[in-house]
């Protein structure tokens, strides 16, 4: 019986392994399938900007490592900015389609695009957007244009921006479950929520001040390309002046009201193409890629990008969070690569580990005395993202970048509270007087929170030193503007935290001067590996399936999901924290 037993055991376990290894060859073969498959541009195409899944910084190549297999993506920031450019001077290409998409990508990365659109223009071909749908991301976009059209039945969404915030010191009272915080800086409001029921008056400064300085961005970029002034503009975001198309129309927000068939139609009128002739559109992810494969330069000088995006977490990293090895690893491989003159590290970061951002920032200073390392930042570089980009030589931002918030806090989950209620009792037998260092059953004791304390302080020091040193700043200088508190790149650049305002262009553009390159290839790191083994076990980022996050998203609705995710995030947190405010969402 026993032996039937192991035997069937045996032949079930084979059938299992046999059916996994089938599966992956199936998605090797489709991925390699559709790597075969040339792209094709034709003649007289229209390059349509149109985004179906939020961008990354950098779509990223991926190797896996037992297999010696490795492919790329073309869906990041990167891929998308150098295809506009490229599209420029491509004979194939016409002119471009913005199709509005209800854009998830963050302010300063919108304000990239849109500014290489614009440059796109220079080039005498023309620019189209459409919309059955325009949030306020969306038209600042589109309103790089050369006419902007609506859907008569459609909406456009012009009212200023705003950002709310929730708190959470009730719940833990009524629940019994509460986060014991230690920080330091009275702006750092990742941890507020769970201290007060309502907004410091500190917070709600920087929010308000912060949230100025995207709105004024924004303001000045449409009123340059709609003609409408700042103040018209303001007046019109008051009294929801775009609250209906014939308003939108009216008050020169849109050059025309028209359905997709009508507005193909015009763009045939641009191509000199008969009502009964195709119109050639090439996405631009597609047109991304054919780009990258046969337009980029093959100058054997190299300025290497290397791609720091997602929290700040601890160990390898991969293209979700920034681990300390993967960084290492592009570090070290460009500055060892002779053919690499400068480095370009870009950073979209919120912060993270604290630990892991100072492990990084020595890494970054021993690759800056070999070769010049210059900083771009994204959306975010705020807190230990800002904390890595001082090690550089050189700081670039946008102007809506969110960036500073130099400051430091611990949270610890306690549920003592719900504990006592539930009748639990938690003992403990201990060798030394500190042997159990907390307790998630008792309350938090004052020695405990005081050796938190000296560990922050510790690090908060440590944070205005590292600031102070490679901003060329005072202790005094450095804390006056930290304490937590986050500025927009405009804002960072009159405090002296950046150097320059300018996207990831401009930063290649310094690099390549710096050095003497007038002709050069861009070199992208990380290369993110894995293996067949980690595969299988759920360990890898590579997302060939649906993952459980947005699932629940689905399931339980967008706003449910952002409330548990901020008390997810809070409660997995381990350390120290140099991370900006959890809740600064833009609308």
Do not use: C
């Amino acid at each position: 019986m026993k032996f039937l037993r192991n035997l069937l055991a045996a032949v079930l376990g084979t059938l299992i392994a046999l059916g996994i290894v089938f599966m992956f060859f199936l998605i090797v073969v489709t991925i390699a399938g559709s790597a075969e498959q040339p792209i094709i541009v034709k003649n007289n195409s229209v390059l349509e900007i149109a985004f179906d899944r939020p961008l990354k910084d950098y779509g990223g190549t991926y190797r896996f490592t037992d297999m010696e297999y490795q492919y790329e993506e073309y869906n990041g920031v990167n891929n998308v900015l150098f295809a506009i450019e490229k599209a420029a001077t491509d004979d194939k290409i016409k002119g471009i389609s913005i199709h509005s998409s209800l854009l998830s990508t963050g302010a300063a990365t919108t304000k990239s695009i849109r500014d290489a659109v614009l440059a796109f223009k220079d080039s005498g071909k023309f620019v189209y957007a459409y919309g059955d749908i325009y949030m306020q991301k969306d038209y600042y976009l589109a309103s790089a244009a050369d006419s902007v059209f609506l859907n008569p039945a459609g909406t456009l969404d012009f009212r200023g921006l705003s950002s709310e915030v929730l708190f959470f010191k009730e719940l833990q009272e009524n629940t019994g479950v509460q986060m014991e915080v230690i920080r330091h800086g009275k702006y750092k409001s990742a941890v507020e929520p769970f201290l007060s029921n309502t907004m410091s008056d500190e917070n709600r400064q920087q929010i308000s001040e912060l949230l100025q300085s995207v709105w004024d961005t924004y303001l000045g970029d449409i009123a340059q390309s709609r003609s409408i002034t700042e103040d018209q503009l303001n007046a019109y975001a008051d009294n929801l002046a775009t609250r209906t198309t014939e308003m939108a129309l009216e008050n020169n927000f849109v050059d025309a009201l028209a359905y997709i068939d009508q507005y193909t139609t015009a763009l045939k009128g641009q191509l000199g193409l008969s009502d009964d002739q195709d119109l050639n559109y090439i996405n631009i992810l597609d047109y991304a890629e054919y780009a990258y494969t046969t337009l980029r330069s093959k100058a054997s000088d190299r300025i290497a990008v290397i791609y720091a995006q997602g929290e700040i977490g601890f160990g390898k990293g991969n293209d979700n969070y920034i681990g300390q090895d993967i960084m290492f690893k592009s570090l070290k491989d460009a500055r060892e690569d002779e053919r690499v003159k400068a480095i370009v590290l870009r950073i979209n970061s919120p912060g993270g580990m604290a630990i892991t951002s100072d492990i990084i920032w020595r890494e970054i200073q021993v690759t800056k005395a070999i070769k010049p390392v210059i900083v771009s930042m994204g959306d975010l570089a705020a807190s230990g993202g800002y904390y890595m980009a001082v090690a550089g030589d050189k700081i670039y931002a946008e102007p809506t970048t969110i960036t500073g918030s130099i400051g430091v806090f611990a949270t610890i989950p306690n549920v003592s509270g719900l504990a006592e209620n539930w009748g639990i009792n938690a003992e403990q037998v201990n060798t030394n007087k500190n042997s159990t260092a907390y307790s998630l059953f008792e309350p938090a004791s004052e020695d405990f929170k005081a050796n938190m304390k000296t560990g922050i302080e510790e690090f908060y020091q440590t944070f205005l030193t590292k600031v102070a040193d490679g901003r060329s700043m005072s202790i005094s200088g450095v804390d006056s503007v930290a304490q937590g508190r986050v500025w927009t790149g405009e804002q960072a650049l009159e405090k002296g935290l950046v150097d320059e305002i300018g996207g990831i262009d401009a930063a290649i553009d310094y690099a390549a001067s710096s050095t003497g390159l007038s002709s050069y290839r861009i070199a992208n790191y990380p290369v993110y590996e894995t293996s067949l083994e980690e595969l299988f076990r759920g360990l890898s980022s590579f997302g060939f399936a649906e993952s459980k996050e947005e699932i629940l998203k689905e399931e339980l609705g967008e706003e449910i999901y952002k409330v548990m995710q901020q008390l997810k995030a809070v409660s997995t947190q381990k350390g120290i924290q140099a991370r900006m405010p959890f809740e600064i969402n833009i609308h």
